[in-house]
């Protein structure tokens, strides 16, 4: 039974662990240069997209919003 197996035995707990353990190794090496990971990541996606000015971009099925106050500014409730 998988009930009784320990949680580092499960593949989910694994793969998190191993996503954390990127995460910070590629954390501390940016921060080193200034850039926080996640705004690698974008940077990283506007080359890979030929700096497409869309609002949204493509992240191997995951969309980044690039702007979150959109819709307030569609809506008129928030100015640039």
């Keep these: 039974m998988t009930r009784n197996r320990p949680i580092n035995e499960h593949i989910a707990y694994l793969l998190a662990q191993a996503t954390r353990q990127v995460h910070q190794q590629l954390d501390e090496e940016f921060r080193s240069e200034g850039v ?3 705004q690698w990541r974008i940077l990283k996606l506007l080359v890979e997209q030929n700096g497409r000015p869309d609002e949204r971009l493509d992240a191997g099925g995951e969309e ?3 702007r979150p106050c959109a819709r307030k500014e569609a809506r008129g ?3 640039r």
């Design 36 to 38: 926080p990971v996640e």
């Design 64 to 66: 980044i919003n690039m």
């Design 77 to 79: 409730s928030r100015r």
